[in-house]
């Protein structure tokens, strides 16, 4: 049994600020990259930022500059700390990580999902 549980969204106003988490439990051997997608209404989920198990990072064009992913990997938990927030950033937030659980191997988990509103 694996899970990942995402927290931290919320309403916020343009230009404020939001912390995501995401906590990944169960039988767990070792995380490679983990990563946030978002889903706004009406639009396909798209890839925000992802970072590997070493802390190499990338983002989308949209967030470059504003967001910041970062993970703890004694934790299993990886964040999104999100900056200058504008209404075209909210949407349902979810977490994705390639998860390796011996004998059974590699493959990925998606959180729930925590929904981020920026609206004044």
């Known amino acids: 049994q694996v899970q990942l549980v995402e927290s931290g969204g919320g309403l916020v106003q343009p230009g404020g600020s939001l912390r995501l988490s995401c906590a990944a439990s169960?039988?767990?051997?070792?995380?490679?990259?983990m990563g946030w997608y978002r889903q706004a209404p009406g639009k396909q989920r798209e890839l925000v930022a992802a970072i590997t198990s070493g802390g190499s990072t990338n983002y989308a064009d949209s967030v470059k500059g504003r967001f910041t992913i970062s993970r703890d990997n004694a934790k299993n938990t990886v964040y999104l700390q999100m900056n200058s927030l504008k209404p075209e950033d909210t949407a349902v937030y979810y977490c994705n990580a390639e998860i390796v659980r011996i004998v059974i191997g590699s493959r990925n988990y998606w959180g729930q999902g925590t929904e981020v509103t920026v609206s004044s």
């Open positions: 169960g039988s767990i051997f070792s995380i490679n990259a």
